[in-house]
């Protein structure tokens, strides 16, 4: 459990990256084509956060899953990601219900980096295969 631990913690740090690239982007084309910062930036930083949490609980669940029974794992994990599926659409509609404040493009970019992440974080970690001497 200590690697996973350690996983969910890199993880974690890969997201707040991306929100830190995203923001930094975000900030060089305001100077060149003024817009509204403020939603911009508070939308990616919702994003991020939720999507940190819900990481978070990923990690959470598996840990009780495991304890489980086969059947009673199988519904649970289902029941747990229909909730964050629930949460991320949530997240995301308060996006474009409050456009003044948020920005439902960098909210979806906040939530979409959970995917990025994983996808990164084999390339970034990359552990090193024992060569076999023969």
Partial sequence: MQEAKKTLIRVIG??????ALVLVIGAIVAIFHP?????YAA????GTLVSSLLMWHRFNTLDVELDMEKKKAIGH???QASLRSLIC???LLLGFY???FLSPFTVFMGLFATKVAALLY???F???KEELSE
């Fill in 14 to 19: 890969i997201l707040w990256i991306l929100a």
């Fill in 35 to 39: 817009f509204s910062y403020f939603p």
């Fill in 43 to 46: 939308g990616e930083i919702l």
């Fill in 77 to 79: 994990l289902r029941m």
């Fill in 89 to 91: 659409l949530l997240v």
């Fill in 98 to 100: 409050f456009r003044q």
């Fill in 122 to 124: 084999p390339v970034i």
């Fill in 126 to 128: 990359r552990e090193k």
